[in-house]
């Protein structure tokens, strides 16, 4: 019995220090979470959700003057915005969150100084500080636990986007995340820019649209 009484104690040890890295590793943009790129989405995107976001295109995006958690000014869409706008929306807590984070970080760093993204969320000021930390974010999140402007985009869910030009109009909105709505986004924001488009790697994005939980 001795034997295995050593043994015991060692792989205790290697569990700790492997959780130990999970820890240290949390700081950092989590990749792709527990998502596959040929996985079935367990939120798939459905054909009604994209004739619902298509049929925003065109309108106006309800303006909303508000604070983000660290209590900078945050105006989402209206006229007059300094440039086109992607707004995001968070559910707290939702897996697909965390898989479409750094998908959306990278979709940022193509058009760094060209669109300002924010990030809408239904968690509380703490949680979604906590959120930043955790997943790295270095632009506006704003906590809207009532979700008034998730219903006044039609964001039903998690993952769902939009862009919006200058001029307060929503250029296109997005019900989820895949490699092909990724592909959509880079091509309908270069085409608001008036530049060519160029390649975005969408990295591990899966190839069935998933959206998220829903508000």
């Not at 060692?10 to 220090?17: D, E, G, H, V």
């Not at 240290?24 to 990749?31: C, D, E, L, T, Y």
């Amino acid at each position: 019995m001795r034997p295995i009484l050593l043994v015991v104690p060692s792989f205790l040890a290697l569990a700790s220090f492997a959780g130990l890295l999970l820890v240290v590793n949390k700081s950092k943009p989590i990749a792709n979470g527990t998502l596959d790129i040929n996985e079935i989405p367990k939120h798939p995107v459905t054909a009604a959700m994209l004739t619902k976001t298509g049929a925003m295109k065109a309108k106006v995006a309800k303006s909303f003057n508000v604070k983000d958690v660290n209590g900078r000014t945050v105006v989402i869409g209206g006229i007059g915005l300094k440039k086109p706008q992607f707004v995001y929306f968070v559910h707290e807590g939702c897996p697909c969150s965390y898989s479409a984070e750094p998908l959306f970080h990278a979709l940022a760093e193509q058009f760094k100084g060209q669109v300002d993204f924010v990030s809408v969320t239904n968690a509380s000021k703490e949680e979604a500080k906590k959120w930043i930390n955790e997943m790295d974010v270095d632009y506006p999140v704003v906590s809207n636990p009532t979700v008034e402007i998730m219903k006044a985009y039609g964001a039903d869910s998690s993952a769902y986007s939009a862009l919006v030009t200058t001029d307060g109009k929503i250029q296109k909105m997005w019900p989820g995340f895949s490699r092909d709505l990724l592909l959509d986004m880079n091509h309908e924001f270069s085409v608001l820019l008036g530049q060519p488009e160029r390649h975005f790697d969408t990295q591990y994005a899966p190839l069935k649209p998933a959206t998220g939980c829903s508000f």
